[in-house]
């Protein structure tokens, strides 16, 4: 009985080893070559045919007759600008003299009859003397007083704009009170 223990024992630690020796021998896993066949070879790809260049007929501009519309809306603008008078202001001052008064009921009426569409943009200019700043905002004032006595004889408030120069733009270049009269205006510009 002794020696059939003794036999059970030495084959269950015979087969421990073997368990351990596989399960040690699993955990390594030396890495197999892939066969050849699975190994993808890229394929190359053919280079694009270059693009075949291809004449493309020359094609002939008719020649267009010269519209003379073009020409003539500036001078149609032109002639609406010089229908329209410029007005005159006193030194330091937007109030509108009688002179003034009568200047912009004629443009006015010339706004409300003949160029009943055009939009106009006033321009209030000054002379040379004050500062920038001080002659943009007079300048500013008498654009508005001539746009607020041109909407109170009926033209619509929506076709005029007003903007100040100040004396950015002198309609006389010299330095002497004639000058200076000139250069104290409100000019009308059709704008559209």
């Known amino acids: 009985m002794r020696t059939r223990t003794l036999g059970l024992i030495v084959l269950l630690c015979g087969s421990l080893i073997y368990t351990a020796g596989c399960a040690k021998k699993e955990m390594v896993k030396t890495e197999e070559p892939l066969p050849q066949a699975a190994v993808t070879q890229p394929t190359p790809v053919p280079a694009p045919a270059p693009a075949a260049k291809t004449e493309v007929p020359a094609q002939q501009i008719a020649e267009a007759p010269v519209s003379a519309e073009p020409t003539q809306e500036p001078l149609k603008t032109q002639a609406a600008e010089e229908t329209l008078e410029r007005i005159h202001f006193d030194f330091d001052s937007y109030v509108l003299s009688q002179q003034a008064r009568d200047i912009l009921t004629r443009d006015a009426e010339a706004l409300l009859k003949k160029m009943p569409t055009v939009k106009v943009s006033i321009e209030g200019h000054c002379d040379e003397r004050g500062s920038d700043e001080y002659n ?38 010299g330095h002497n009170e004639a000058a200076w009269a000139m250069n104290r205006r409100a000019e009308f510009v059709i704008v559209k």
């Open 136 to 173: 943009l905002a007079l300048g500013e004032k008498r654009a508005k007083a001539a746009q607020s006595y041109l909407v109170a004889l009926g033209v619509p408030a929506g076709r005029l704009s007003t903007i100040s120069y100040g004396k950015e733009k002198p309609l006389d270049p």
